[in-house]
């Protein structure tokens, strides 16, 4: 009104009113948008947090014991072990050289050369805990380490449904060969992505991975 009264122009007045209305609308949408963005990254965070949370509690309990029992399987275990060997001086780089390496790497399995009963009744009496890690929903969000239960998870079952495995007929340890050698792959890769998480996320607990590191011989948990 007040506008009109030194103005006199409304035409002008109404296109001027028109066009404010218009951009409250656009304020409001663009402050929903980043609002909306910002909790995104922040569930987003959180959800990564806890998914990195069940990726430790799945090494602590079963994923560094099994990788000391797939190492002794691989015939070229000498060959790896020498490139798993990591220390506080890893930079993202050389985890990057170590992961490459890892790609390219050519595993010799043989069910036959390791210890083969150790690892079923191993795997038989964490069968209940793999099975509660695959019914987590955060799961979803994270391929590679789902990828890795499901294989170590097939793998237990096929153990499980043996009586022994000791005698058995070749075809029987040429299947079990192939199925420990798929869980063995992704355990190696989900292994490294742990501990490069852990270097830059949680020194402490990196500390500990590294003295209980599985392709280390010389690792002990005690400071040296």
Same mark, same amino acid.
């Given at each position: 009104?007040?506008? +009109?009264?030194?103005?006199?122009?409304?035409?002008?007045?109404?296109?001027?009113?028109?066009?404010?209305?218009?951009?409250?609308?656009?304020?409001?949408?663009?402050?929903?948008?980043?609002?909306?963005?910002?909790?995104?990254?922040?569930?987003?965070?959180?959800?990564?947090?806890?998914?990195?949370?069940?990726?430790?509690?799945?090494?602590?309990?079963?994923?560094?014991?099994?990788?000391?029992?797939?190492?002794?399987?691989?015939?070229?275990?000498?060959?790896?072990?020498?490139?798993?060997?990591?220390?506080?001086?890893?930079?993202?780089e050389h985890f990057a050289q170590i992961r490459k390496f890892?790609?390219?790497?050519?595993?010799?399995?043989?069910?036959?050369?390791?210890?083969?009963?150790?690892?079923?009744?191993?795997?038989?009496?964490?069968?209940?805990?793999?099975?509660?890690?695959?019914?987590?929903?955060?799961?979803?969000?994270?391929?590679?380490?789902?990828?890795?239960?499901?294989?170590?998870?097939?793998?237990?079952?096929?153990?499980?449904?043996?009586?022994?495995?000791?005698?058995?007929?070749?075809?029987?340890?040429?299947?079990?060969?192939?199925?420990?050698?798929?869980?063995?792959?992704?355990?190696?890769r989900e292994w490294l992505s742990h501990m490069e998480h852990?270097?830059?996320? +949680?020194?402490?607990?990196?500390?500990?991975?590294?003295?209980?590191?599985?392709?280390?011989?010389?690792?002990?948990?005690?400071?040296?």
């Amino acid at each position: 009104m007040n506008g +009109y009264v030194i103005f006199r122009d409304p035409h002008h007045i109404f296109i001027y009113l028109v066009g404010d209305v218009a951009f409250v609308f656009i304020e409001v949408l663009l402050v929903t948008l980043i609002i909306h963005q910002v909790l995104s990254e922040r569930e987003k965070r959180a959800m990564l947090k806890k998914l990195n949370m069940v990726i430790g509690a799945f090494f602590n309990e079963v994923g560094t014991e099994l990788l000391r029992f797939f190492s002794a399987f691989d015939a070229n275990n000498e060959k790896i072990s020498r490139h798993l060997i990591i220390d506080d001086n890893c930079s993202p780089e050389h985890f990057a050289q170590i992961r490459k390496f890892i790609e390219n790497h050519d595993c010799k399995i043989d069910s036959t050369i390791g210890e083969l009963e150790g690892l079923q009744k191993f795997l038989v009496n964490n069968r209940s805990f793999l099975l509660r890690l695959l019914e987590n929903p955060n799961l979803l969000e994270h391929e590679a380490f789902t990828e890795l239960l499901w294989a170590v998870s097939h793998l237990a079952e096929e153990l499980s449904h043996r009586a022994t495995v000791n005698d058995l007929p070749a075809k029987d340890y040429e299947h079990l060969t192939g199925d420990i050698k798929r869980a063995y792959q992704l355990l190696v890769r989900e292994w490294l992505s742990h501990m490069e998480h852990l270097k830059q996320e +949680y020194p402490y607990l990196f500390s500990l991975s590294v003295r209980t590191n599985p392709f280390n011989k010389e690792a002990s948990v005690e400071f040296k």
